[in-house]
Each structure stands twice: as structure tokens, then as C-alpha cells.
Nanobody
Framework: QVQLVESGGGLVQAGRSLRLSCAAS????????MGWYRQVPGKQRDLVAV???????NYADSVKGRFTISRDNAKRTVYLQMKTLTPEDTAVYYC??????????????WGQGTQVTVSS
């Protein structure tokens, strides 16, 4: 089994920064793509940013230039540095990981979510 534990969410004023972390643990042979998604009530969960095991990144247009995704493979942790936050960034942020197990099976896992609230 694999666990993803997020941290770093909270309440912040518009224009400020916040950094989210997500640590993976469990029976992991290889961590493949890792990413961050966000969801507001009544809407679908949308991709925010993704990073491959090699460090290639991709961002939603709405966060390009403001958010930076990174990872520390030794710590099995992915980060999301968020700058110049706006109230439109308010959402529950979920960590996502594509994992290869020791039996070479690939599965996708989700964190429990962390609330980010940006006040105007």
C-alpha cells in the first residue's frame, strides 16, 4: 500500500505565497509522475501541475509563472510553491502519484487533500 501525506495548506492573503508538500511512503519500487490537482465544491478536479521522474514539468495556464512544482526523489516528496496567490486559487489541493510497485504494477494514488484559502 502507498500513502501520500500532504501538508502546507492554510489561509493566506492575496498576493502572498504558500508552499505545499506531499510525501509518499509505502511499498514503492518507483515513483513516476507526481502532480497537484485542485477542486472547488461543485466542480471537477483539475490539474494544476505535474512533474515527471526526470524533472519535466507541465502547468495549467492559470498558474503558469506563479506556481512551481518540484520534487526530491530521495525524500519521495513533491512540492508546489505558489506565489502571487489570488482568491481564484482557493480550493482543496490534492497530491497525485503514479507508482510502480515491487511486482511492477502501476497504480495511481491520491492524497487526502489540503485546503488552501486565499482572502482578498
Amino acid at each position: 500500500q502507498v500513502q501520500l501525506v500532504e501538508s502546507g495548506g492554510g489561509l493566506v492573503q492575496a498576493g502572498r505565497s504558500l508552499r505545499l508538500s506531499c510525501a509518499a511512503s509505502g511499498r514503492i519500487f518507483r515513483l513516476n509522475d507526481m502532480g497537484w490537482y485542485r477542486q472547488v465544491p461543485g466542480k471537477q478536479r483539475d490539474l494544476v501541475a505535474v512533474i515527471t521522474s526526470g524533472g519535466n514539468t507541465n502547468y495549467a495556464d492559470s498558474v503558469k509563472g506563479r506556481f512551481t512544482i518540484s520534487r526530491d526523489n530521495a525524500k519521495r516528496t513533491v512540492y508546489l510553491q505558489m506565489k502571487t496567490l489570488t482568491p481564484e486559487d482557493t480550493a482543496v489541493y490534492y497530491c497525485n502519484a503514479d507508482v510502480t510497485s515491487y511486482s511492477y504494477r502501476r497504480s495511481t494514488y491520491w492524497g487526502q487533500g489540503t485546503q488552501v484559502t486565499v482572502s482578498s
